[in-house]
């Protein structure tokens, strides 16, 4: 597939002067997914469709070629977005995505799990005799009465800024080094370690910074060890981290348990 602009056509209804994502696209999948999801997103713009490079996006998001081919893989296959085919441009053809309308989906899957947890009311009685308007207005204790559905706009009730979701992804790996810094807490807010956090994560997923952070701790202080405690140092020094693991590994034929 010749690389270069990509077109995006958007039919997800949404686009007016803002860009939302459904709580459906970001339960099912990480940062990285969700922040392309978005920029393709706003790129498609008030038209409903755009030119952006590869190029440009990579760069917009802190992202790499492989973990942007893998996150725009992702999302064709969960079928939020659609590879429509080529279309003619000024010097070269250009790919072009269509991005698919996903509210009903969302829509029928908080429906279920809302059902799922529907109340019913008790029986209501009266503890006070002397109470005339509780007896004029008692109900039956044959009658059940169900929870009233949630008038919420359903738009309003389903969507979240997706700065919040990978805000609590930051905290949860800064949280790891808790265990050998004690001035941890002052990191929360800084830019420059969570700048650090945002990178990985883009590049690696939550996972896999997650089990680096926690086998930093978990070798901290033993013998050649790379010295990290900090988010900061975890990034400048993963390749470190990960050289002295397997040298350890294949000495003690064990895996370091985090």
Known sequence: ??????????????????????????????????ALYL?????????GEC???????????????KAFDKSLKYLISRGWI????????????????????????NSEYFKKISSESTLSFKKISSESKGDKSQKQHKISPESNVEEEPSKEDPLRRTTTTLESVVGKEIS????????????????????TQRGAVQRM??????????????????????????VITTPLQLESKLG?????????SSKTSKVITV
């Open 1 to 34: 597939m010749p690389k270069g602009n990509i077109k995006l056509i958007d039919e997800s209804g949404d686009r007016d002067f803002f860009t939302i994502v459904p709580n459906f696209i970001i339960n099912h999948s990480i940062a990285t997914d969700r």
């Open 39 to 47: 920029e393709m997103k706003r790129f498609a713009g008030e038209d």
């Open 51 to 65: 030119f952006a490079t590869e190029k440009t996006m990579m760069r917009r998001l802190q992202i790499g070629k």
């Open 82 to 105: 659609t590879f429509t085919g080529l279309t003619e441009g000024k010097t070269r053809p250009i790919k072009t995505y269509k991005i698919n309308n996903v509210w009903q989906e």
């Open 172 to 191: 949860e790996v800064i949280k790891e080094f808790e265990k050998i810094n004690p001035s941890i807490g002052r990191l929360y807010g800084n830019k």
């Open 201 to 226: 994560l883009n590049q690696h997923g939550l996972d896999k910074i997650l089990w680096a952070a926690r086998t930093a701790c978990a070798v901290a202080g033993k013998e050649y060890a790379p």
């Open 240 to 248: 470190q981290l990960i050289v002295y693991v397997k040298k350890e």
